[in-house]
């Protein structure tokens, strides 16, 4: 029971990062709205999945050194909710906001932690 309680540990940050990033690459999509030429699109694309690049790489650091992963998933989470706070028009907009993208941020460094200390 516990060796399938510490692969489930191991496996739940891994798999809720990979959906993170891509839930995170979603966003890019937008950019096929616009009437925009090749090169346009492919640049626009690129600007709008440096976040989820950046936690690609960050998962990837993450996957050996979870302590790494947890600090950088928190950090982020914090990172956000104050570009939230203070770019949203209201603060029930900011809530919702950090509430999606920094919460599950927080869970996903809180569980990469966790792993980490039950390696310990």
Known sequence: ????LNKLIFWIPRI??????VFLSLFS?????EKLGFWQILGSLFMHN??????LVVLIISWKREIVGGIIFILTGIFYTIFAFSHANSWKIALEWSIQIAGLSFVIGGLFITNWIKKK
């Open 16 to 21: 809720l990062s990979i959906m993170f990033i």
């Open 29 to 33: 999509l937008d950019v096929f709205n």
């Open 1 to 4: 029971m516990a060796k399938k």
């Open 50 to 55: 440096i976040p989820a690049l950046i936690f």
